[in-house]
């Protein structure tokens, strides 16, 4: 089973954050936060990830609670190119079964 | 760059024939695996490898074979078709079995229609 729980779906206005929210209440401390998305029926795209503390990179932010267990990803200007299923999943070390969830589909609004 | 290459981009199989689909990256990446993906539906974990000659189960192995004799390809196989294998195909790697800080590298994708 996926180790995280999102949304099923959210709605954002163009040009506003998109903040996109991933529970892992069971996360361990060599867990890595990933997340990536899928549009339309394309192959799934990388976003970022991290282990403990908050990232940004050109696409998107990444906000990691103190403990550890939830996850914001900040879409930080929403465009309609925006618009897929955001999937949030955590990758242990030694872990090799990457399980994926059901994701978040982000619909944006004109 | 090539990335991960799957092909065919499309296929159409008849109950109880056998085909192969194909997956090669260029990236000298360890860490292959195949997904799945029914209409509406998430990613499920059908085989995985952490390197040349080492193949393992995912969530939904039943009905496929795999196997990994070099780093560069990974090969699914369907040895008997069956309607309910009618899904969208995605193969991935990435480049440290190790590493928890490996981002996948997805392919675009195989359609496969079993009538």
């Known amino acids: 089973d996926a180790k995280t729980t999102q949304p099923t779906s959210m709605d954002c206005a163009e040009g506003r954050a998109a903040n996109l929210p991933c529970n892992h209440s069971t996360i361990s401390g060599n867990e890595y936060v990933y997340w990536y998305r899928q549009i339309h029926s394309q192959g799934p795209q990388y976003i970022i990830h991290g282990l403990k503390n908050n990232e940004t990179n050109e696409m998107a932010s990444l906000i990691i609670t103190e403990d550890r267990k939830s996850s914001t990803l900040i879409l930080p200007h929403a465009t309609l190119r925006d618009t897929a299923v955001y999937y949030c999943?955590?990758?242990?070390?030694?872990?090799?079964?990457?399980?994926f969830g059901k994701g978040t589909r982000l619909h944006i609004l004109p | 760059n090539a990335g991960v290459t799957q092909t065919p981009k499309f296929q159409v199989l008849k109950t109880g024939q056998s085909m192969t689909l194909q997956c090669a990256q260029d990236m000298n990446h360890e860490y292959m695996s195949w997904y799945r993906q029914d209409p509406g539906m998430g990613l499920r974990l059908i085989h995985y490898?952490?390197?040349?000659?080492?193949?393992d189960q995912g969530e939904v192995p039943n009905g496929y074979n795999v196997s990994r004799s070099t780093t560069e390809d990974f090969p699914l196989r369907l040895l008997s078709a069956a309607p309910s294998q009618t899904s969208v195909y995605f193969c991935?790697?990435?480049?440290?079995?190790?590493?928890?800080?490996?981002?996948?590298?997805f392919g675009n994708g195989t359609r496969l229609t079993v009538t």
């Open positions: 490898s952490v390197g040349a000659g080492i193949t």
């Open positions: 991935a790697s990435s480049p440290d079995r190790t590493g928890g800080n490996s981002p996948l590298h």
């Open positions: 999943i955590v990758r242990v070390s030694r872990d090799d079964k990457i399980i």
